[in-house]
């Protein structure tokens, strides 16, 4: 008796220190940048000139925090929230849009609340990430090379909107248009 009582001591010790994952956010988009398109999303976070990047484990490459849509009902924005949340733990607030990959992948413009400096090179992913991330951390999209990311031709589209994320004045529709179109020359 005495042996089986330490035995399920010991299972609940074990899954009660277990940390299971705090319920996901709701989708959090600002108003004015409301969006209903559903598809692909991804959040671009531009601080001062840090780049938010994760580093995939497997390929070893870095990309923005991306992702297939989940259901019929979740727009591009929400997916976008929803795997900065899943591959990073930041809660964030989605914005514009910047631009539209050639696989019509939507990069919006994300913005985090304070504590950050963009020039932190590594941020710990909490432990109940289910990802396969290894890194998470902020790099000058300028100075990296195609190779190193998953998705090497959308590297131009990300450093023409990581540059538009910088400007003050609102992207107008065509600027957005002529930006995911010279991405696909290459």
């Not at 780049?51 to 849509?69: C, M, W, Y």
Request: proline share 4%; net charge negative.
């Amino acid at each position: 008796m005495k042996t089986y009582t330490i035995i399920i001591l010991f299972l609940l010790t074990l899954v009660g220190c277990t940390q299971a994952p705090p319920p996901a956010p709701s989708c959090r988009v600002h108003i004015d940048y409301r969006d209903t398109h559903q598809g692909n999303g991804a959040c671009l976070v531009r601080i001062q000139d840090g780049l938010l990047t994760v580093k995939h484990e497997q390929s070893n490459a870095i990309d923005l925090p991306r992702g297939n849509f989940l259901s019929q009902t979740e727009t591009s924005q929400c997916g976008a929230h929803r795997h900065m949340w899943e591959q990073t733990g930041l809660n964030v607030k989605v914005a514009q849009l910047l631009g539209v990959t050639a696989q019509g992948l939507r990069i919006y413009a994300c913005h985090l609340g304070g504590g950050f400096e963009g020039t932190e090179e590594v941020i710990d992913a909490p432990s109940w990430i289910n990802e396969s991330i290894d890194r998470i951390g902020f790099i000058d999209p300028f100075v990296t090379r195609y190779e190193a990311w998953q998705h090497p031709k959308d590297l131009i589209l990300i450093r023409d909107a990581y540059v538009a994320q910088g400007r003050t004045e609102i992207l107008s529709d065509a600027e957005i248009f002529q930006m995911s179109h010279e991405n696909e020359q290459y």
